[in-house]
């Protein structure tokens, strides 16, 4: 009996190819189609079948149905720098929203009805309260990335006879070291990495291309917070990458369309991934320079996950110490250095 095929747009990304290792561990057949702009060859080669392409072409995205026949699809093409869609609108709004519509009509139009969208918490905008947000809350971005995606998610209600799953989220960390897979973005913005890399002797060359020479930095340490530096949301990828699953396998019971956030319901300060660090890495000597505040940043920003769990039946498992040590373990790893160094220089 042959497995049943899914389409992962986006599948040699970060998120995107941790989730295709978990469909494998879950009897699905992924299929991977992506550009490689930002993906990468060595994460797509792992998937079951990939095909190279642009998710905008509408006849690639057609030929890969009819050549697999697949019953659902995992959406996760899309540009994530935040600050670059601010300077770069067009570029988002064409990939993340316009291309991520032609994907969702040609599919639609093959006879693809289940699809698992891969948003974000951004789509709410700006948050000043400190308790976990919770998807009824307002949708109000304020940046091109949340407007994009938002738009996205909107559109992908609107096709008739589709039923969807958006999962909102903030930040994403860890890997899967012993599938080696993990996250080698270029340019690098996430804390987690920005934390570890500097730790574990990574090669100059990798630091400098990463701008991670000086080392790294909090940014202010008098929020009203429980130590006051910043509270954000962190979930490791692997237990994000099984909420995807959840997800589909959600849709293909049945289950009608739905907007879940993806949250610990409490989240870490920039001090606790500090002393998750010196405590994993057995560097006790860490000590990062405390610098003035980022203007705009909220002082507690994480997600209320209660309505994936009551629903979904999805728990985070692994703690930020998980985290930072598989992070590093994958850090290590020579794939990752050779994947920065060559980003860097295109």
Known sequence: MSLPVVLVSGGAGYIGSHVVHVLQQSGFMPVVLDSLVNGNLWAAEKADAFRQGDIGDAAFVRAACEEFKPVAALHFAAFIEVGESVKNPQKYFVNNRDKAKIFFDTIAGCGVRHVVFSSTAAVYGEVTESDPI?????????????????????????????ASVALRYFNVAGAAPQASLGEAHFPESHLIPRVVLPLIGMPAAVQVALDLAKGFKVF??????????????????????????????????????????????????????????????????????????????????????????????WQPKRDVAAMIGDAAQWHRLPVYAETIVEKSGR
């Open 220 to 313: 202010g340490d008098d929020y009203p917070t429980r130590d006051g530096t910043a509270v954000r949301d962190y979930i490791h990828v692997m237990d994000l990458a099984e909420a995807h699953v959840l997800a589909l396998r959600y849709l293909i019971g049945g289950g009608a369309s739905d907007v879940f956030n993806l949250g610990s319901g409490s989240g870490y300060s920039v001090k606790e991934i500090v002393d998750a660090a010196r405590s994993a890495l057995n560097r006790p000597d860490f000590a990062p320079e405390i610098v003035a505040r980022r203007p705009g940043d909220p002082a507690t920003l994480i997600a209320d996950g209660a309505k994936a769990r009551s629903v979904l039946g």
């Open 134 to 162: 919770k998807e009824t809350r307002p949708t109000e971005p304020i940046n091109p990335y949340g407007q994009a995606k938002l738009d996205a998610e909107t559109h992908l209600r609107t096709i008739a006879g589709v």
